[in-house]
């Protein structure tokens, strides 16, 4: 009884403090993630738009300037010096930087703009996540 009383209590012990570390190591740096979440935002909320046929140039090009500003982030706070996720962080502001320069003001038009973005953001995901 003594023995599995105090092998119980080990387990306990050891889950509580795991849970702990797990808990430290996710909260070190919530950037890259905070990073991609607003950019997902910005994202689903131009291809809403899209589906619902409702593209209002001014929302439109607000989410735009929103995802490249934030796209500027992504080389610093991920911090990764590989020659090919720069050139991917890059390219994605390019795509972006052409996006707003043609303030798409259609449905048809914002699709063709954020379509190289779209694809630019899986080829990364594929690599990197």
Not at 2 to 7: E, F, H, Q, T, Y
């Amino acid at each position: 009884m003594r023995v599995a009383l105090m092998i119980l209590l080990g387990l306990v012990i050891g889950v509580i403090g795991t849970a702990n570390v797990m808990n430290a190591l996710a909260a070190r740096n919530p950037m890259p993630k905070a990073v991609m979440e607003t950019m997902g935002y910005h994202l689903g909320e131009l291809k809403n738009a899209i589906k619902a046929k409702q593209c209002d140039p001014v929302k439109v090009q607000h989410h735009l300037a929103r995802l490249q500003s934030t796209a500027g982030d992504i080389t610093p706070v991920f911090g990764i010096d590989e020659k090919a996720f720069t050139d991917d962080a890059t390219q994605l502001q390019d795509h972006l930087q052409q996006a707003v320069q043609a303030a798409p003001a259609t449905c048809e038009a914002l699709a063709a703009a954020i379509k190289p973005v779209g694809e630019t953001c899986k080829s990364c995901h594929q690599q990197y996540r």
